[in-house]
């Protein structure tokens, strides 16, 4: 049975992933999700009642698993980010989406370009409000590759909420499907809907 480990991430990041976890699941079948936070617990819950799906529960050393069964074609809420609640104001999201072109900030030298694109994902954790999104597409799709000097950052912002989108097209040309260390493999009509419906657009 396919397991969603979302332990140590906070909301949204476990609702993105049952969410996707959930529509690649066919009606009457299951899989298991974990976590180790109430409050993503407690959005867990909703969303998936709402999308009206079984789910048992059990609790270990402050883990619960949810083994969840599917038990209709559709997924009724759109963005789980609905689903969040938090007190917490460093994890609340600004209405912007942050697009990685390259894995290097600016034109000239390499070495610089490539250390100012590191700065900047490692700046972007410290931020009062984080980006609603980031998309990686063309060269920027190196950036989440597991050899990358930064994966561990985007892991980070992922555990934060910030949901990474990567050009599917993209990782296939640079033969990456097996190292794709962080983020979401997407296609190219939701990465167009993410940038047309984002209020401000950043491209380090």
């Excluded at 709402?50 to 789910?55: G, L, P, S, T, Y």
């Excluded at 993410?194 to 401000?200: I, K």
């Amino acid at each position: 049975m396919r397991i969603v480990d979302t332990k140590g991430q906070l909301c949204p990041a476990p609702l993105i992933a049952a969410k996707k976890a959930l529509k690649e699941t066919s009606a009457g079948e299951s899989f298991i999700v974990l976590t180790d936070n109430q409050t993503s617990f407690d959005n867990l819950s909703r969303f998936l009642k709402d999308n009206k799906a079984d789910f048992q529960v059990s609790e270990s050393e402050g883990v619960r698993t949810l083994t969840i069964t599917k038990t209709t074609l559709d997924v009724v809420q759109t963005e789980a980010e609905d689903y969040c609640t938090s007190s917490i104001s460093h994890f609340e999201k600004g209405n912007f989406v942050v697009v990685f072109s390259s894995d290097k900030m600016g034109e000239g030298d390499d070495k610089l370009g490539h250390l100012l694109m590191t700065n900047f994902i490692i700046a972007l954790k410290d931020l009062d409000k984080l980006p609603q999104k980031m998309v990686f597409y063309n060269n920027g799709v190196k950036l989440v590759a597991n050899s990358s000097s930064v994966i561990e950052h985007l892991r980070d912002l992922e555990k934060m909420g910030v949901e990474l989108m990567i050009c599917a097209t993209c990782v296939n040309h640079y033969s990456l499907e097996s190292v794709v260390g962080a983020g979401t493999i997407s296609n190219m009509y939701s990465i167009i809907e993410v940038m047309s419906s984002s209020g401000n657009i950043i491209r380090p």
